[in-house]
């Protein structure tokens, strides 16, 4: 920041880029401000019951709580990053270790176009597809094979359920988890490559140390799967199947905060004080955003010292 | 018939279309050292990885000719069964980052089931790093991480890591061009003592004939990927048989 013009430079981009703290602040202002209402009205219990009885007539008719799609936001990107994590770590290690060069190319754009698509694709065809085929193919054998099992407790009527929304959460964060373990991966040094070898490894234990030095990422690419699996909307809202359950079946209908607000807001304002439940949910939504992206960039962070770069 | 430690015959290397062995043959006894010597880019560290198969990383490698350990046809064998005979130490100092002190030494013995309780594996790591020349400094840190040691002490702290997999030959690609003086002094010690101790053979890669004449028993002086000379160290030092070997020795190329 030496020369005159240097400074001026400066200081006319400045503007711009504070506008986006400038934004981030204002939002969570309106979040709080816009939620305080319900959360004087109904307290703690806006968040640790499971009720919806609106009331066009009066407040006090009404009763809210959060419980269901919180629960369900949960136990749906819980599901996906379990299922996305085991996946995209054997597909960077298929496209980085195993895959000739061509082949490699060919999956890693297809992957990095994936993450791009629309998420109402997602959902049209999670709709179409996947939800049939989950119900028939995986739901009902299992409700018949261990029924005593609380989480196949219930019958797929549908095929909409938490089980299904966590599958093709799975299949929309793998792009993002894969992205983050393969620049991790691709940037470990070779000479650690080549000290493990020398070891006489197995390619599995040669993976396994080689994951290990890579801890960080993949806590880290956990972290913002959880992150983007919490806060999808559109795609879950198709294939969730809407309804307010706090069940352990995982083939029956439920809610997530997001999926419910996409449904329910456009008649939210007939119902006194609906809104202000919405944006209590989306300020829990916002909390689990900062929270978990806050903790992976501190763990890419982390990557990044880890070899000095 | 007598059994070699080491025995290459006629190594060609490839990398695409360049040729970076040309046709070297060496064999070596056990319980000797043999220093490849050669200016910088003659293809001694090639010639090292393909000893021990590393080559294989680089994509469009080719490998003919044979290689033998102790009597093993290295190309014959899964590689990694082959790599648990051989320890290697590379150019710059390499322990896990990720991993303690201690984890970095045990990991091999771990790997290979070497060893059936954790005192065995405890006493294997102990003897690894005073093999090493390392114990007296670490002894009271095994679980830091080994970035807080000096350079010259993570080189032996490879080198510990290779000697715990109890390998019959080593292998050390440049092993002190990374390494103060002190600590080069130490490593050429502790190998030095390993041949004497426990009969292991060396194969080290070294670009300064200094250190070749210092400890090695044989000598393959590699040129633009030839072997120009191989024989006996005291012989080559001594009266050496190729111009280029003379000038190399006084350090003219």
């Not at chain 2, 490998?63 to 990694?80: M, Q, T």
């Not at chain 2, 790093?129 to 702290?157: F, I, N």
Request: contains cysteine; aromatic residues 10%.
């Amino acid at each position: 920041m030496k020369a005159k013009h240097d400074k001026l430079f400066y200081l006319s981009l400045l503007p711009f880029a504070s506008v986006i703290f400038v934004i981030f602040a204002l939002l969570t202002f309106v979040l709080v401000s816009e939620s305080w209402p319900a959360v004087q009205r109904w307290g703690l219990s806006l968040f640790t019951e499971n009720v919806w009885k609106p009331s066009e007539v009066s407040v006090e008719q009404a009763r809210y709580g959060l419980l269901a799609p919180m629960y369900g936001t949960l136990l749906t990107s819980v599901l996906a990053a379990a299922i996305a994590l085991p996946l995209s770590i054997s597909t960077v290690y298929f496209i980085e270790e195993l895959a000739p060069r061509r082949v490699r190319d060919f999956f890693s754009s297809v992957i990095d176009l994936m993450a791009g698509l629309p998420t109402i694709i997602y959902g049209l065809w999670g709709l179409e597809v996947l939800v049939p085929f989950l119900r028939d193919s995986l739901m009902y054998p299992l409700r018949h094979s261990l029924p005593f099992l609380p989480l196949f407790s219930c019958d797929p009527t549908a095929g909409t359920s938490l089980l299904a929304a966590g599958v093709l959460l799975s299949i929309m964060i793998i792009p993002y988890m894969h992205g983050v373990i393969k620049e991790a991966y691709s940037s470990i040094p070779y000479t650690y490559k080549e000290a493990a070898l020398s070891l006489g490894t197995t390619r599995y234990e040669y993976f396994k140390i080689m994951l290990g030095l890579i801890r960080p990422a993949v806590l880290a690419a956990l972290l913002l799967g959880l992150g983007r699996a919490a806060s999808e909307t559109v795609a879950v809202a198709l294939v969730v199947g809407n309804a307010f359950n706090v069940s352990p079946c995982l083939f029956a209908p439920g809610y997530t905060i997001s999926s419910l607000i996409a449904n329910q807001f456009s008649e939210a304002s007939f119902y006194p004080l609906m809104e202000n439940v919405m944006f209590a949910g989306s300020l829990v939504l916002l909390v689990i955003g900062v929270l978990f992206s806050g903790l992976g960039v501190v763990m890419m962070r982390r990557v990044r010292e880890l070899y000095g770069r | 018939m007598k059994e070699f430690a080491l025995e290459v015959k006629d190594l060609n290397v490839w990398i695409r279309d360049k040729h970076i062995i040309k046709g070297v043959s060496v064999q070596i006894p056990r319980a000797k050292i043999l220093a490849v010597m050669g200016p910088s880019g003659s293809g001694k560290s090639t010639m090292l990885r393909a000893i021990n198969r590393l080559i294989e990383l680089i994509p469009d490698a080719r490998v003919e000719g044979r290689v033998e350990v102790y009597g093993r046809d290295v190309y014959a064998e899964d590689p990694y069964k082959i790599r648990r005979i051989m320890g290697t130490v590379f150019q710059t100092p390499n322990p896990f980052p990720h991993m303690s002190i201690y984890e970095n030494v045990a990991i091999g013995p771990k790997i290979n089931r070497l060893v059936k309780s954790k005192r065995e594996l405890d006493e294997l790591v102990r003897w690894a790093l005073e093999k090493a020349m390392l114990w007296d400094e670490v002894k009271d840190r095994l679980h830091d991480p080994p970035h807080r040691l000096s350079g010259g002490q993570q080189q032996r702290l490879c080198l510990a890591r290779a000697l715990a997999l109890k390998p019959k030959l080593l292998l050390l690609d440049e092993p002190t061009g990374n390494v103060d003086p002190v600590n080069a002094v130490k490593i050429e010690e502790a190998l030095k003592g390993l041949v004497k101790e426990l009969g292991l053979t060396i194969v080290l890669v070294t670009h300064t004939p200094q250190q070749a004449v210092r400890i090695s028993d044989y000598i393959a002086f590699l040129y633009m990927g030839k072997l120009v000379e191989f024989g006996l160290t005291d012989r080559i030092a001594l009266n050496p048989s190729h111009e280029l070997t003379v000038k190399f020795l006084r350090g003219e190329v």
